[in-house]
């Protein structure tokens, strides 16, 4: 798919609007000029999700929540992915954006909020429906996470699962929606690759 420039003399309004860290209606609530690789429009199509990521979320407290929920719900914004709750850089060391108490993480360095039960807390009532991302290697980018990795990742997402299940959903039921697998395994480019089900290895 690809954009289609807006009208010239739409600054403002549905077009023009900006608000904070990135949302933007140009970008996630365009929908009367978005159209396929053959130029067909598309008309009733609509972007209703974003992402945030850790590293911008992680210092928020409730009041910067509301206001970009705030910002969120102005645009339509119905579904709210938090990307890699846990995060495994090259040298092996772990940073976990989440209280969790798995023997995975026992020496992880811990952000300064707890973005699942912060997200989850605002989201409440909102209407805004959350999936939270799992973890990520580092070694994605240059692997493609399979092989022995991608076995690890998986397990350590299972256990994440489980642990986010117990402790955070049934205290949030209205803002918990699912899961991202943050790997998104259709960046794969090598046929030969086959993707497996998030299952421990």
Same mark, same amino acid.
């Given at each position: 798919?690809?954009y289609?420039?807006?009208?010239?003399?739409?600054?403002?309004?549905?077009?023009?609007?900006?608000?904070?860290?990135?949302?933007?209606?140009?970008?996630?609530?365009? %929908?009367?000029y978005?159209?396929?690789?053959?130029?067909?429009?598309?008309?009733?199509?609509?972007?209703?999700? %974003?992402?945030?990521?850790?590293?911008?979320?992680?210092?928020?407290?409730?009041?910067?929540?509301?206001?970009?929920?705030?910002?969120?719900?102005?645009?339509?914004i119905?579904?709210?992915?938090?990307?890699?709750?846990?995060?495994?850089?090259?040298?092996?060391?772990?940073?976990?954006?989440?209280?969790?108490?798995?023997?995975?993480?026992?020496?992880?360095?811990?952000?300064?909020?707890?973005?699942?039960?912060?997200?989850?807390?605002?989201?409440?009532?909102?209407?805004?429906?959350?999936?939270v991302?799992?973890?990520?290697?580092?070694?994605?980018? %240059?692997?493609?996470?399979?092989?022995?990795?991608?076995?690890?990742?998986?397990?350590?997402?299972?256990?994440?699962?489980?642990?986010?299940?117990?402790?955070?959903?049934?205290?949030?039921?209205?803002a918990?929606?699912?899961?991202?697998?943050?790997?998104?395994?259709?960046?794969?480019?090598?046929?030969?690759?086959?993707?497996?089900?998030?299952?421990?290895?």
């Amino acid at each position: 798919m690809k954009y289609k420039k807006p009208p010239r003399g739409n600054t403002g309004g549905k077009y023009g609007k900006r608000i904070q860290n990135g949302y933007q209606d140009n970008h996630l609530h365009r %929908t009367d000029y978005l159209s396929d690789a053959h130029g067909e429009e598309m008309r009733g199509s609509e972007f209703n999700g %974003t992402f945030l990521q850790s590293w911008m979320n992680s210092y928020w407290g409730d009041e910067r929540w509301q206001d970009e929920i705030g910002a969120m719900k102005e645009i339509g914004i119905k579904y709210l992915i938090i990307q890699d709750m846990a995060h495994k850089a090259s040298d092996g060391t772990w940073t976990v954006c989440y209280n969790s108490n798995l023997d995975t993480f026992s020496g992880a360095t811990f952000g300064a909020a707890d973005v699942v039960e912060s997200a989850l807390r605002n989201c409440e009532g909102s209407g805004i429906k959350v999936m939270v991302g799992l973890g990520l290697y580092d070694e994605w980018w %240059t692997k493609s996470g399979f092989g022995k990795d991608y076995s690890e990742l998986c397990n350590v997402s299972a256990d994440m699962i489980e642990e986010i299940y117990n402790k955070y959903v049934s205290k949030h039921p209205d803002a918990f929606y699912g899961w991202y697998f943050t790997p998104e395994l259709a960046m794969v480019r090598s046929s030969s690759c086959r993707p497996r089900s998030l299952q421990r290895a």
